[in-house]
């Protein structure tokens, strides 16, 4: 997002300079996760990175109000995904 718009993926890569360091295209000085827009407007940030020793997943959902920091040392980062997806059902059950 620019100035509250959505910026187009191939104009990002346009504006952000490639890291010095990784030798690879498209390896970006900054990381932004992803998004999900939905009718044009974002509703929820996703963030994940990975380190040696653990996975981490960042997940805010822009219209509750929900923010969650999830860390596994499993191995696998698709466990945070479940996990988060878990959390999520076991919140929207008990608010209504």
Same mark, same amino acid.
């Given at each position: 997002?620019?100035?509250?718009? #959505? ?14 360091l ?10 932004f996760?992803?998004?999900t ?19 981490? #997943? ?10 969650m920091?999830?860390?596994s ?24």
């Open positions: 997002m620019l100035d509250g718009t #959505l910026l187009n993926g191939t104009r990002l890569i346009k504006l952000v300079k490639q890291h010095p990784s030798g690879k295209q498209h390896h970006m000085e900054y990381d996760g992803r998004y827009v939905i009718a044009g407007a974002v509703t929820a940030i996703h963030h994940d990175g990975s380190n040696p020793s653990h996975h981490v #997943l960042k997940y805010s959902d822009i219209e509750t109000g929900i923010s920091v999830l860390m040392n499993d191995g696998n980062k698709q466990t945070l995904y479940l996990l988060k997806d878990a959390i999520l059902d076991v919140i929207h059950t008990y608010a209504h």
